[in-house]
């Protein structure tokens, strides 16, 4: 008797085992890229339930355990959803939102995106790059303001100071050029090294802001807290505005970064670096909108993730190889990746949620390039090289551009040829 038990356990043990292994390919893929990629707190699995049917989106952790889903996507919608999404991203997004099913509607289902043949000459024949280059100080006053710029007097005596607004909107400019001359249509976010994405200084802004307050008889807040409380999230608005109704094929967030172990900057480090973010890793609290829980799903679904990490990879390869900057590895102490980031596999690339790298479509890299604090590095970027624009600009912003273009053309020839 003792036997014929002990068999029937391992016969239903084997079952078990057998059934596990039988579950749903695409249900066990969609589950396995949600924990790599985008889960980075508990919470976001109040929100979210992958299974053998599909993907059930929750408002709250109170409507999930009453089982009253705000969306629910069945696997048989993958294909016609990542067609929506690469064609028409905001009619997904708006279907979401009126809580409709997905469906491709007949004006869309004729425009698929081609792409003209790269040629030698033109080996970006045809392809939209949107650039958005980081911040918007041009000046001291602003730029502490921001709280993104270099202060430091040398060894020597010799007192650097400059601002990342400026570097990243010069980068942009130079890799505009090489871009448009390889065949590309380039959009640039901010017009003006000293300008916001919505077209105007800080200063312009600030006073805009003061006048509407006035008027509605409302108190208006300091420049610092006005920036932080409102400007910052407008200026966010506007880039990802001006990049999605561009509908680019790939996207550029420009930005340079420091050693956050050397806080609060007041002397050069060793250490250098380079490191890019795509979408993904919500944390706590960051669902609590129907619009941010859409954008869960569609980086789930779509394989816009993928693209970007492979983006990015080939971006981080040439700052290797142009800049000589080596790529962040892990571990590191650098706690924000720990915190916020999840390390996707490829060297130096996280998934981190970003207004920017979160409501951006399609393939990304959010670039940090170099450490501007780095003690070669500072002495590098106070150069004055070249003018555009009446702005100065050292020569190390050339080669940032050389290996930004280097990676985006290694990157669409390895994937369009
Ligand atoms: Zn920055």
Redesign the pocket.
């Known amino acids: 008797m003792k036997i014929k038990r002990y068999l029937l356990l391992i016969i239903l043990a084997l079952w078990n085992l057998i059934s596990v292994k039988a579950q749903n390919p695409i249900a066990a893929h969609f589950k396995d890229k949600l924990e790599k990629y985008l889960v980075k707190h508990p919470q976001v699995r109040d929100h979210i339930v992958v299974n053998d049917r599909g993907v059930y989106m929750f408002a709250s952790l109170q409507e999930k355990r009453a089982n009253k889903p705000e969306y629910v996507f069945s696997w048989q919608q993958v294909t016609l959803f990542k067609q929506l999404c690469s064609r028409a991203p905001q009619v997904a997004r708006q279907l979401y939102l009126k809580n409709v099913p997905f469906n491709l509607p007949d004006s869309l289902k004729k425009t698929v995106r081609s792409h003209p043949t790269p040629l030698d000459t033109l080996p970006l024949r045809g392809v939209r790059i949107a650039i958005d280059p980081?911040?918007f100080a041009g000046d001291e006053k602003t730029a502490r303001m921001e709280g993104?710029y270099i202060d430091i007097t040398l060894a020597n005596g010799t007192r650097v100071l400059f601002y990342?607004s400026v570097l990243?909107w010069g980068t942009a400019k130079v890799l505009e050029k090489k871009l448009e001359a390889a065949g590309a249509k380039v959009l640039i976010t901010r017009q003006k090294a000293n300008l916001t994405a919505l077209d105007m200084t800080f200063q312009q802004w600030y006073a805009r802001y003061v006048r509407a307050q006035t008027s509605r008889g409302k108190r208006y807040l300091s420049p610092k807290q006005a920036f932080r409380q409102v400007l910052r999230a407008q200026d966010f608005k506007a880039r990802v505005l001006k990049i999605n109704a561009f509908q680019p094929d790939l996207t550029l967030i420009i930005?340079?970064?420091v050693d956050a172990t050397n806080s609060p900057w007041q002397q050069p480090t060793n250490k250098n670096f380079a490191m890019a973010f795509v979408g993904g890793a919500f944390y706590q609290e960051e669902l609590n909108t129907p619009e941010k829980r859409f954008q869960l799903l569609r980086l789930l679904i779509t394989e816009d993730v993928e693209k970007s990490v492979r983006l990015s990879g080939h971006i981080l390869q040439e700052h290797r190889r142009v800049l000589q900057v080596p790529t962040i590895e892990e571990p590191n102490q650098q706690s924000y990746l720990d915190k916020y980031c999840l390390y996707t596999g490829t060297k130096g690339v996280y998934t981190r949620n970003l207004s920017l790298s979160r409501e951006i479509f399609g393939a990304l890299c959010y670039g940090?390039s170099l450490l501007q604090d780095n003690i070669q590095e500072i002495q590098q970027l106070n150069q004055k090289s070249f003018v555009i624009d009446k702005w100065y600009f050292p020569a190390r912003v050339n080669q940032v551009a050389e290996a930004y273009y280097r990676g985006i053309k290694n990157y669409w020839l390895s994937t369009n040829r």
């Open positions: 980081g911040h993104r990342e990243a930005h340079y970064n940090e």
